[in-house]
């Protein structure tokens, strides 16, 4: 716990702030050094060596840049979290450093009111209940696989992505999260991302375009969207249009773990709740 609020700002992603990966000790035939009998060529690139990920989820991290860990998180752990955000929305509580946004439709709407049109909240770090999802040893454990074992939080966040009001403005556009992120490297970083209900593609999945963590952090700006582009939501430009969108369908406690390369932007949404993760 301590550890974990040495950090800068928390986020539900997680880095390693450590060392770079120890370079592997190539043996030389003729220097003396010996190579160790367990040692095998680099296999991995984005996942470390622990007991945790069977090969089949390491492979598909590997290839996709993202790993759905179904039935994670409690249902009694999000009841508290979704509490607790209602009691900071009532601003019965408000911790220090926490940031409010609001949708910027709604914003503007006669329809600004209370938790109604909060669309998220930023840097709860100061929030013991809600940081207590960065102390979960169910997310850590995952966690651990790509950032080793020295974990900070950078940044957290709790989005209540609003109902649209008919302007798109509930739409994330494609992004990379690395381009928020001051910090490298960009491989022990990780973010943990929670479904608190049933998620589709009615109230906005989360939108991944697979394999994009291998590619390089790419030029982000304002969407041209008529309707209005929420602040700081910032998207790519000239992402491949044949690179395939995969939707995630999620149930609430399933966890996404993806790498801060891949692309990914969630749609809008058309139902009248507000889709919590
Ligand atoms: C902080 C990063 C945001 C990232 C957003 C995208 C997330 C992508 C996920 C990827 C991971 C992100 C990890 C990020 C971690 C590193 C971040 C590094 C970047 C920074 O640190 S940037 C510095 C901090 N950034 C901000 O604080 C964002 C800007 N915030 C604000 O401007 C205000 O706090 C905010 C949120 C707009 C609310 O201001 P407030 O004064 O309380 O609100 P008012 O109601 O008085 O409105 C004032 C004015 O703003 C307009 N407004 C309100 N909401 C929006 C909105 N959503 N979009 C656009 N405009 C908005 C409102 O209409 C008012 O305008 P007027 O013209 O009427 O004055
Ligand atoms: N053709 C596109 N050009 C630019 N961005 C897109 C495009 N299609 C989707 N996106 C981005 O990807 C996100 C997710 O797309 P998705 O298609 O799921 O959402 P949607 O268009 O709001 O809803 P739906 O397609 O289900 O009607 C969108 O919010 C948008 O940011
Ligand atoms: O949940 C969303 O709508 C988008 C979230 C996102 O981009 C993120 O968590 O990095
Ligand atoms: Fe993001
Ligand atoms: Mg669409």
Not at 20 to 34: F, K, M, N, R, Y
Not at 50 to 70: A, P
Not at 237 to 250: C, G, I, S, T
Request: hydrophobic share 35%; aromatic share 8%.
């Amino acid at each position: 716990m301590d550890q974990l609020r040495a950090g800068v700002r928390l986020r539900i992603v997680l880095g390693h702030l450590g060392h770079p990966l120890a370079a592997a000790i190539v043996a030389h035939p003729t220097s003396g050094t010996s190579s160790p009998a367990s040692f095998q060529p680099q296999q991995f690139q984005y996942t470390l060596d622990n007991n945790v990920l069977s090969l089949e989820q390491r492979k598909f991290y590997e290839e996709n840049g993202y790993l759905v860990i179904k039935n994670l998180v409690s249902h009694a752990d999000i009841q508290r979290f979704r509490s607790e955000f209602e009691r900071i929305c009532r601003k019965e509580v408000r911790p220090p450093g926490l940031m409010v946004m609001k949708d910027v439709a709604i914003v503007k709407s006669e329809q600004n009111l209370s938790e109604k049109s909060v669309t998220k909240i930023q840097d709860f770090q100061e929030d013991e209940e809600l940081f207590r999802y960065c102390t979960l040893p169910e997310i850590l454990k995952y966690v651990e696989c790509f950032t080793g074992p020295n974990i900070m939080a950078m940044h957290t966040m709790l989005i209540n992505k609003p109902p649209d009001v008919g302007k798109k403005t509930s739409r994330h556009p494609l992004h990379q999260d690395l381009h928020y992120f001051p910090f490298r490297p960009s491989n022990l970083i990780v973010c943990a991302w929670t479904a608190m209900e049933h998620i589709d593609r009615n109230n906005g999945c989360l939108v991944v375009l697979p394999g994009t963590h291998k590619g390089p952090l790419k030029p982000h700006d304002y969407p041209q969207w008529e309707g209005g582009v929420n602040i700081m939501y910032h998207g790519i430009q000239d992402y491949e249009k044949n690179n395939a969108r995969v939707h995630l369908v999620m149930e609430k406690g399933d966890t996404v773990f993806f790498h801060p390369l891949l692309i990914h932007g969630s749609g809008r949404n058309r139902t009248q709740g507000f889709r919590k993760v």
